[in-house]
């Protein structure tokens, strides 16, 4: 076995809102290691290496600064295989890990599809020894599969010393809107693993910029089942508060003054305790369905619900708003003029995925309504393609929704003569509208729906404007 590896020559499979960022934070701490990112979207390729920096395939603040400095100096993006994986002594695998939609497991199991691609062609192509990393969040053993693909893809007659591998599990953290500063400040740096040599490889790349008390070192199997925990225990902090927002609005309570006065106990903690319409993104739902799955198989069936029931309550959730704005609305939303602010799952953003305001908008359209969708980094081709994801060919034919939505970039032009607005993501901006001139632009009686703490009950009030905030009665 090697006893110090010197790692020169990375490559990243997957070059999305992980991979992406990822490799540009490593690319710019190790100016000594050269990095290539792999991604069969070539669409995609081209974007990352766009010389207009607007251009960049994901909106990250401060991606675009980084990107500067380290593309095509020690970080290349291609789409373009090559001898890269040949090349390379350490290969992060980076790539979707979506939800099953067919066969066993459908609608909770992770599709491991493009991971086991992965496997088979690092298998075929890697030479030498090779340490491949997990960063994908995956299935608690997957490392297993990927090393029995790794082990047992060639033929028997090539030796150790040509090709053999060693597998990492180094689940990424990162939250979207922060992922600069997530990577840059990480809270920990997880590495499971079993082979000393290639953790110590691994570790010696973030101590470039991490300090060694935030690396930690676990199994590979604890370390794969963290990532998984992490993003169940965070996502149950915002069904736990939502949950609550609707006994607020039945109670009198205010539901941002309980979640401040809970969050100030430390044991609870101040951060994740914001009320909204539930989570989006595309990884929470899809990590606890995970799990969910993973118990259920295990025949832990107690397990399995309490974890789906965080879920359940997500989904609750974005029903209950909609009904909740047909009620006020007087029960009545046919062919009035609705406008969604923020089509993002967060703000600082250009992600749609699972985004909160896919479904509501779609409640809204599915019962009348005609809409106007606005946001700073979404298009229209995006909110097309989430709208036509959830919608039930059989019963809507596309064209029939494609006619209930336009897109209006500038929030001012999107809230003329409307009969209401629902604000769904908390972009900064939305906090410093013009409300004198927003109130001349409405059709009376006009609404303002706020599901994400962006408003401010009191100076709305003098405005003449009706006024619903979630937790309110
Ligand atoms: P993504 O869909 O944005 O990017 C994945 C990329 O991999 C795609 O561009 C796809 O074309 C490419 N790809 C798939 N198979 C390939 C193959 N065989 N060869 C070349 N390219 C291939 O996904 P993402 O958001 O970056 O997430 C990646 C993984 O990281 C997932 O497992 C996710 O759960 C996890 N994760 C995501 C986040 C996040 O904030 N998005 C944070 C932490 C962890
Ligand atoms: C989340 C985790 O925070 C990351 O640690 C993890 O790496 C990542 O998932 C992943 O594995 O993909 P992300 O989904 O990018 O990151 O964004 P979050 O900030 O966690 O927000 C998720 C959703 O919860 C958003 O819709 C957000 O608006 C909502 N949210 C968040 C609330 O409704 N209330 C809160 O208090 C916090």
Partial sequence: MVNHIKIKNICCIGAGYVGGPTMAVIADHCPHINIVVIDHNKKRINAWNDENLDKLPIFEPGLKEIISRVRNRNLFFTSNTGD???????????VNTPIKTKGLGAGQASNLYWVESCAREIALKGKGFTIVVEKSTLPVRTAETIKHILDNSTNSNINQVEKSFSVLSNP?????????????????????GEDNSSIKALEEIYLNWVPKSKIIHTNLWSSELSKLTANAFLAQRISSINSIS?????????????SHAVGLDKRIGSEFLNPGPGFGGSCFKKDILNLVYICRFLGLDEVADYWESVVLINSWQQKRIYSKIVSKLYGNILNKQLTILGFTFKSNTNDTRESPAIQ?????????????????????????????????????????????????????????????IIFLTDWEEYRHLNWEEISTLMRLPSWVFDTRNVTNKNKLAQLNLNYWKLGDC
């Fill in 246 to 258: 609707a006994l607020c609005e039945t109670t009198g309570a205010n539901v941002m003054e309980v």
């Fill in 360 to 420: 509501i908008s779609y409640d809204l359209i599915s019962e009348g309504a005609q809409l106007v969708i606005t946001d700073p980094k979404v298009n229209p081709q995006q909110v097309r393609f989430e709208l036509n994801r959830i919608n039930n060919i059989q019963e809507n034919p596309i064209e029939e929704i494609d006619k209930k939505w336009k897109f209006e970039r500038d929030t001012y032009k999107s809230v003329k003569d409307s009969d209401a």
């Fill in 84 to 94: 890269h994986i040949k090349n390379s002594d350490m290969i992060f695998i980076s």
């Fill in 172 to 192: 990424e953290f990162l939250s979207e809107g922060n992922a600069i500063n997530d990577l840059e400040n990480p809270d920990r740096i997880l590495i499971g």
